[in-house]
């Protein structure tokens, strides 16, 4: 049914006068611009007039002028001859709210407010959120009235009336099959414990034997992972590049994308993540960028005060709960969410201006099971000093060889955690992310393969700011493998059920990612000790292995190296950085400090396994990149942004 446009006010409220009395009357496009604005958002709205697009003049004001919400909502009223109603002076019914469902308003962006002379009046942001739902809406209520409401207003008034499904989305979305949540840290110290007994006892009672069983799997890990990076390389130097798919719909019918931003503790980095995001092309009506914020987290908060963002960008605030998580953060911003996509970047993240029309382009062209967009990742402090070197060959290698790998392979691709893009409605299906993982990507890339969707990588760069810092990266890494473990032994809980679900060569390929991944790690000093052999220094395997199978050991050794430095090499030429070239060899110096980390996260497996240790940002950005920034967002149309949800 078509919806006539009136600025003349409709009877609805005229039968209880002393509730209209307390609404604002809505007001004309004239009254709300003036003789000289109507002109302009006519001028702005004439091209898209003439592409026969009916609500060109409400867009135009809407997303092209940059004016305050307020705005924005009087000239919606005035064109549907309703009112503007403030939830939060005048809150909703929360009888109403239960009987529509806290899920459906958050997902339909609507809150049933008041029963009035026998009608419901429902609040919506436009009147095609309102029309999307009306029919539902007229089934559980009856007759229904609209009345329109700020988007800041309509978030702030949600997160109070819908406040208990909230925070249960927010921390248990995900299916307790599926999620970490009932990880017994009593349990995993006690196994560790007897692990680590068990293993000292064979040392002790068969030295020899069980150190040559303990080094063999650490061969067959190191063996593994050297097949698996050959075989990435080797489909990367032998696949073509793909044309670019042609040009998807026009562009006042792309799909409205939702990049979550959690941000935590971010004093240096708030107002240049503005400036960085502001450069992306992709029209600012179909952006909707969520700064997400911790309730507790004054730093942060005061930064962002202190930053004007622009009017496709808003700022969410997560309430304290149980946990304090990045996912249990993006699990609550994404109820506020009003895009059909979802993408992800972190705090320090640059992406490349084209990446939104990249993601949606993929997006309108790829199979439909195709439900998470992968980017690559690179840094724009590459050359700060010798950790940030071999941390951006190290990167380049994961993002340019092994995981297009891993693809063209069919196997299980773990996640990055930003520049992740999913279409919404297969996210929500999965549960989202796991609150209580401390790798939620890696977790949620074998959920999708579980249930029977694919990632893809696109070709696509996002600059961020490497971690450079010693220790702050051991911290960093210990969370990554500490996660790992956790997500294999979640993922591991019924071997046979995950074989099922993924087919014999993906569950291998699994095995070798994770398993492998951690147990290489961990075995790592075993295989070091090879290298005093050659120095003469006495050796717990000397006199037990043969010496064509020490020979065989060094071989392996000595090829690995050679294969590593040759694919990291073959990564950094891709990434545009042959001057790394010569840093490569290095890396052999580098991994020590994962075995490091690995020590520390087994640890916290049994100790604090949801702990987030917060990498800190802002610390190598260089300085013109940061003033660059800094001059964009001079040049942006502020409007004020009071934390709308909290």
């Not at 919806?3 to 009254?31: G, H, K, M, N, Y």
């Not at 809406?137 to 007759?143: A, D, H, N, Q, S």
């Not at 996640?415 to 297969?426: K, M, Q």
Request: proline share 7%; glycine share 6%; aromatic share 8%.
């Amino acid at each position: 049914m078509a919806l006539i446009f009136s600025t003349r006010r409709q009877p609805a409220l005229s039968e209880a006068p002393d509730v209209a009395a307390r609404l604002a009357a809505p007001l004309s496009t004239a009254e709300v611009l003036g003789p000289d604005g109507v002109d302009a958002v006519r001028a702005h709205a004439q091209a898209d007039v003439a592409n026969r697009n009916t609500k060109a003049l409400n867009d135009a004001l809407r997303h092209r002028l940059g004016l305050p919400q307020s705005t924005f909502a009087q000239l919606e009223a005035g064109l549907t001859g309703t009112s503007v109603v403030d939830p939060i002076k005048q809150p909703a019914d929360p009888r109403l709210v239960a009987e529509f469902g806290p899920n459906l308003c958050l997902k339909h962006r609507v809150l049933p407010w008041r029963r009035i002379a026998g009608r419901v009046t429902v609040l919506a942001i436009t009147t095609q959120d309102f029309l999307r739902v009306r029919d539902a809406l007229t089934v559980i209520f009856g007759p229904v009235h609209l009345a329109i409401v700020t988007s800041e207003n309509l978030d702030f008034a949600l997160s109070r009336m819908c406040h208990k499904t909230l925070m249960h989305n927010a921390e248990m979305r995900t299916g307790q099959a599926e999620s970490c949540r009932d990880w017994n840290s009593g349990k995993a110290f006690r196994w560790g414990l007897a692990t680590l007994l068990t293993v000292c006892t064979c040392l002790i009672m068969w030295p020899q034997i069980s150190f040559l069983v303990l080094c063999g799997w650490a061969v067959f890990a190191l063996l593994s992972n050297t097949v698996l990076k050959t075989a990435a390389a080797v489909l990367h130097l032998l696949t073509k590049p793909q044309a670019p798919a042609p040009t998807p719909q026009p562009a006042d019918q792309l799909p409205i994308v939702t990049i979550l931003v959690p941000l935590f503790h971010e004093r240096d980095i708030a107002g240049a993540l503005v400036g960085r995001l502001s450069k992306l092309n992709y029209p600012t009506d179909r952006l909707d960028v969520c700064l997400v914020l911790e309730a507790d987290d004054a730093t942060t908060q005061e930064a962002l005060a202190a930053t004007q963002l622009p009017f496709w960008m808003r700022a969410i605030k997560v309430p304290l709960g149980t946990l304090q998580t990045k996912p249990r953060a993006l699990n609550y911003a994404l109820c506020f969410a009003k895009g059909s996509i979802i993408g992800v970047y972190d705090a320090e993240d640059a992406p490349d201006p084209e990446q939104i029309n990249t993601v949606v382009n993929h997006f309108a062209h790829c199979k439909p099971d195709v439900a998470c967009l992968q980017g690559r990742l690179d840094f724009y402090n590459s050359r700060s000093n010798w950790l940030a070197r071999c941390f951006t060959v190290e990167y380049a290698t994961w993002f340019r060889i092994v995981l297009p790998g891993l693809e063209r392979m069919g196997l299980v691709i773990p996640l990055g955690g930003t520049t992740l893009f999913f279409r919404r409605e297969i996210l929500e299906d999965l549960g989202g992310w796991d609150a209580h993982n401390v790798t939620e990507d890696a977790d949620l890339g074998i959920r999708l393969a579980r249930h029977g969707y694919r990632t893809e990588i696109i070709d696509t760069v996002t600059q961020e700011e490497a971690n450079a810092r010693a220790w702050p990266w051991v911290k960093q890494r210990s969370r990554w493998l500490k996660g790992y473990a956790i997500t294999y032994g979640v993922h591991m809980r019924n071997p046979l059920k995950l074989w099922i679900e993924l087919g014999a060569w993906r569950f291998f390929g699994t095995q070798m990612l994770f398993a492998g991944t951690i147990s290489q790690f961990l075995l790592a000093p075993l295989l070091w000790s090879f290298w005093l052999m050659p120095f003469g220094i006495p050796h717990p395997l000397d006199g037990v292995l043969a010496p064509n199978i020490a020979i065989s050991f060094a071989a392996i050794f000595l090829l690995s190296e050679i294969i590593g430095i040759t694919v990291s090499a073959i990564a950094v030429s891709s990434a545009g950085k042959r001057d790394l070239i010569k840093w490569t060899p290095t890396l052999h110096l580098y991994f020590p400090l994962a075995a490091l980390a690995a020590y520390k996260g087994v640890i916290e497996l049994a100790t604090k396994p949801f702990y987030w240790d917060k990498t800190s940002h802002g610390i190598f950005a260089p300085s013109q990149e940061n003033q660059d920034a800094n001059v964009t967002i001079n040049q942006l149309q502020p409007q004020p942004h009071p934390i709308a949800a909290e």
